[in-house]
């Protein structure tokens, strides 16, 4: 798979220090999924911080601390749970928020064509699933903040490019832009914002207001 678009590297570098929000972690890691160029980069980010860290002073411990862990190897513990091998379309880093098959998710229609999946929000940064039927447009829009989407299905253009499986798109408030799903497989992307959308024409402003878009 040739991935054409990647989260920016202070994203990168965000998830790899632990820093990122968790919709933007869920985002990153979903990508990571897809891409291996960015996986061996969030992986020397990490081996850098690992060694940052081992320059740094150590610290003393609890003078309690090793009867403490010394107790606990006593007691009881439980059977692990195995968890049996699941089919399903949906990646296994989304699948605790979704499902496992995009067809079964609790979809709430937004406009013909259109449909997302709420899926969590933290200090008003919002992780969505937007599912395109092929043809389907989302009206013409900018950003207040930022917004970072990547593809999981399908693939959609817009005035910036194409964008495919695997591929991320960063829109900042300058940017206005119609995306505008490819015919073929349904486009589903998870779609993470740090600020509302605002759209050029008075219904879809009403429709977004009304989804929390």
């Known amino acids: 798979m040739t991935i054409t678009h990647h989260p920016g590297d202070e994203l990168l570098l965000s998830y790899a220090l632990g820093a990122s929000s968790e919709p933007v972690s869920l985002l990153i890691a979903a990508h990571l999924s897809f891409c291996a160029t ?3 980069a969030v992986r020397d980010m990490e081996a850098g911080g690992g060694a940052l860290l081992s320059d740094i ?12 862990v010394l107790a606990r190897l006593d007691e009881e513990k439980p059977e692990p749970v195995r968890p049996a091998a699941v089919a399903g379309d ?14 079964k998710a609790h979809w709430l229609k937004v406009a013909p064509g259109l449909a997302h999946l709420p899926l969590l929000s933290q200090d008003g940064t919002k992780a969505r699933l937007i599912r395109a039927q092929p043809g389907a447009v989302v009206s013409t829009h900018s950003h207040r903040g930022e917004e970072w989407t990547l593809v999981l299905t399908g693939s959609y253009r817009d005035e910036t490019g194409t964008y495919r499986p695997g ?12 995306p505008v799903a490819d015919n073929g497989p349904v486009c589903i992307n998870l779609a993470v ?8 024409d008075l219904l879809p402003s009403i ?7």
Do not use: M, W
């Open 38 to 40: 960015c996986r061996a």
């Open 57 to 68: 002073e150590p610290a003393a411990l609890n003078p309690h601390a090793l009867q403490s």
């Open 90 to 103: 949906v990646p296994p880093v989304l699948r605790a928020y979704v499902g496992n098959e995009f067809a």
């Open 167 to 178: 591929d991320v798109q960063s829109t900042t408030p300058e940017i206005f832009h119609r």
């Open 193 to 200: 914002t740090d600020a509302p959308l605002v759209f050029k």
């Open 207 to 213: 429709i977004g207001k009304l989804f929390g878009f």
